[in-house]
């Protein structure tokens, strides 16, 4: 079964960075499109960033600008830099693949910005 392992949330003011990262494994992740989602509390699971396996991006109007995702294909990673941050980006947020395996989430990664 795949595995996804997010780290790098934490608690960060308003206009803060962060760069979230994904450990993937028992996966051909070269070939998969990834994506981070993340979920508010009392919300639905949001994509937010979109990278296909030919490396092009797409993200969520809300993020545009302020996030960028990458992929390292030789290390079974993707990652999530975010900057200028705000107080609606706190969720907790997910790697999966794109369309999402539903059986494959990981814990997620708590990111909570606030003064």
């Known amino acids: 079964q795949v595995q996804l392992v997010e780290s790098g949330g934490g608690l960060v003011q308003p206009g803060g960075s962060l760069r979230l990262s994904c450990a993937a494994s028992?996966?051909?992740?070269?070939?998969?499109?990834m994506g981070w989602y993340r979920q508010a509390p009392g919300n639905q699971r949001e994509l937010v960033a979109t990278?296909?396996?030919?490396?092009?991006?797409d993200y969520a109007d809300a993020v545009k600008g302020r996030f960028t995702i990458s992929r390292d294909n030789a290390k079974n990673m993707v990652y999530l830099q975010m900057n200028s941050l705000k107080p609606d980006d706190t969720a907790v947020y997910y790697c999966?693949?794109?369309?999402?395996?539903?059986?494959?989430w990981g814990q997620g990664t708590q990111v909570t910005v606030s003064s």
């Open positions: 028992r996966i051909s992740f070269s070939t998969y499109n």
């Open positions: 999966n693949t794109v369309p999402a395996l539903r059986r494959s």
């Open positions: 990278i296909t396996s030919t490396g092009r991006t």
